[in-house]
């Protein structure tokens, strides 16, 4: 069974298996800085949340998410990352990640609660698609 929780101080090392790996998978490595500073701005928890899931007691499965402003309704929650270890694919960890993350949405009284991927991310995809709704947008980044 997967449990949920938030990640603490403890997950630190296991956590950046995991955080390597996903920037790995949208290749994008960072510098380790780039880590610690994360792993910092998550346990303070004032603007960017981590849920961690576990397997047998091992960290397999990460979640970052955060409260927003938006225009035409009450705040929103973006799941910005999630990733779960290649050996614990297809065991529920994802999902586990996604309903804790809209449980913590809806705590919070967000009114949507929404994430990106890439195009090609067909495996994962395939779960979004059966959790969530696909509207149609496509993502522009402009260069700062």
């Known amino acids: 069974m997967v449990e949920i929780a938030p990640l603490a101080a403890g997950d630190r090392a296991e956590w950046d298996v ?15 800085e780039v880590y610690d500073r994360l792993w910092s701005r998550l346990m ?57 993350v809209a449980d913590a949405a809806r705590t919070r009284g967000c009114a949507k609660y929404y994430w990106l991927t890439k195009q090609d991310n067909e495996r994962a995809r395939r779960l979004y698609d059966k959790v969530a709704r696909f509207k149609g947008f496509l993502r522009y980044d402009f260069p700062l």
């Open 44 to 100: 303070g928890g004032d603007a960017i949340y981590g849920l961690g899931a576990r397997l047998d007691g091992r960290l397999v499965g990460m979640s970052h998410y955060m409260f927003h402003a938006n225009a035409w309704m009450a705040d929103v929650c973006y799941l910005q990352d999630l990733f779960t270890a290649p050996e614990a694919r297809g065991r529920g960890v994802a999902g586990a990640l996604i309903h804790a």
């Open 18 to 32: 995991l955080a390597r790996g996903y920037k790995a998978f949208y290749e994008d490595p960072q510098p380790d």
